[in-house]
């Protein structure tokens, strides 16, 4: 059987479409290019915006289209939350959403036999289980994303990622690890810990937390790594977890993902945002003095129903205060099925764009800042690709350094110069190769 894959969304989406591939190519199946004929093509859909789900519907009518006689396999967020609507109006063969999909051999062979449409959607809420799914390999040997938990119990009120990936739960340790040693083995230099929550990680176990399970990785995994987390909740930023950042300065990088949303009282609480400014400011403050120089990112959405004019200053001085190293800015989108669809005060287009423009501004000027501490110094870089006949890879505070030299530096990690911080890729010059990370 050959088949072939498309994923839209995030890196856990792409993390599960490429278990999916490994998990049918164990079972003897063949993976072909997008261009190929397939007997079976599988979309993995994404709901996290308005645009999301259009884009999720096209892609499976595409599909379709171009592979008339294959099984078309539905999956993930989007199919999630609408399978009835993709199985009466978009012509698919088995829906599968957030869940069995580590039953996808049987189930195909099961459509093989029975030549009719399957929907195999359930409310999310049932499924309490991580569903392990086995990543084999990857198509990079650099960066690996590692998936560790599911599900978000927040309910912040733009979202509906809560009703697609359901409860909590926690992937089992013991997982996690052998597939961290399996892509070390094969030569990823860094293991990036995701999920849909990350932070909650242990919380549906008991016997474990984000924080014992980074010792756990750093005591058994064994060779050239360095771990860092995707993003994390403020409300999960523990001293414990502090604890382990300290102790272990170059096996974690130097970096917190940690969402904002709104910096304002107002609009953080009519998102249902379980934390205030003073609060978040706190912690950063802590994370701050503790841990100098610790890149500091944030995702922040601009016009949320009901921001005034006021409300927005507001958010902006406190951006500004916060003094990010790199922010993720998002125009609201209005999404049906979320509690904020029906709240008062939507913005017109204009008001948000603008005002996502203005944020961007401000997003750029604290990210110049933020590099140009950094003319002068050496640090290490792990080395991700050639672009234009520059090297390029990220630090362990995640500054985007460019280096010219002649040799392959794919996957290495290089001792660097950095000499020019103006635009977002720093320029740097090549001092040395290093064998690790703690040779700095
Ligand atoms: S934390 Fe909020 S924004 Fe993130 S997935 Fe959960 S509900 Fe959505």
Redesign the pocket.
């Known amino acids: 059987m050959r088949f072939k894959i498309y994923s839209l969304g995030c890196k856990v989406n792409i993390y599960e479409i490429e278990s999916i591939a490994s998990l049918l190519q164990e079972a003897g199946y063949i993976l072909v290019k997008n261009s190929e004929v397939a007997d079976v093509v599988i979309v993995n859909t994404c709901t996290v915006t308005a645009t999301s789900d259009s884009k999720s519907k096209q892609l499976l009518r595409k599909v379709r289209r171009e592979n008339q006689s294959a099984i078309i396999v539905a999956m993930g967020c989007f199919v999630q939350l609408n399978s009835e609507m993709v199985e009466k109006d978009l012509d698919v063969d088995i829906i599968i959403g957030t869940n069995k999909r580590n039953q996808i051999k049987e189930l195909i062979d099961e459509y093989l036999v029975n030549k009719e449409v399957m929907n195999k959607v359930k409310d999310s809420k049932e499924y309490t289980e991580y569903e392990e799914l086995k990543l084999h390999s990857l198509s990079t040997h650099t960066r690996g994303f590692v998936k560790i938990q599911d599900g ?1 119990e ?3 009120t733009y ?1 509906a ?2 009703y697609a990936r359901g409860p909590i739960k926690s992937r089992d340790s013991k997982c996690v690890i052998e597939e961290i040693q399996n892509l070390v083995n094969s030569g990823v230099k860094e293991i990036i810990l995701s999920g ?2 990350t932070g909650t990680y242990g919380q549906d176990l008991g016997n474990i937390t984000l924080a014992i399970l980074l010792e756990k990785i750093i005591s058994e995994v064994t060779g050239v790594y360095r771990l860092r987390l995707s993003s994390i ?1 403020l409300m999960e930023i523990t001293n414990e977890l502090l604890d382990v950042y300290e102790k272990y300065p170059t096996k974690i990088a130097r970096h917190f993902h940690i ?1 904002l949303q709104a910096g304002c009282d107002n609009t953080l609480k009519r998102m249902n945002r379980k934390y205030n400014t003073l609060e978040y400011e706190q912690v950063i403050n802590n994370i701050r003095d503790r841990f100098e120089g610790i890149a500091v990112t944030t995702d922040c959405l601009a016009g949320f129903v009901g921001e005034t004019e006021s409300d927005f200053i507001d958010a902006l001085a406190f951006i500004e205060k916060m003094n990010y190293s790199e922010m993720h800015i998002f125009p609201y989108s209005r999404r049906k099925g979320t509690i904020a669809d029906n709240l008062e005060g939507h913005l017109s287009k204009d008001v948000i764009s603008s005002r996502a423009k203005k944020m961007q501004k401000l997003a750029e000027n604290m990210a110049k800042n933020y590099r140009s501490n950094y003319i002068g110094q050496q640090m290490l870089v792990l080395v991700e690709q050639n672009k234009n006949g520059k090297w390029i890879g990220h630090t362990s505070n995640y500054l985007e350094v460019a280096f010219t030299k002649d040799g392959d530096y794919t996957n290495k990690i290089i001792k660097v110069e950095i000499t020019n911080t103006a635009n977002s890729t720093l320029d740097a010059e090549y001092i040395e190769e290093v064998n690790n990370y703690d040779e700095f």
């Open positions: 978000c927040n309910f912040c979202c990622i809560p849909i929550n909740e969402p």
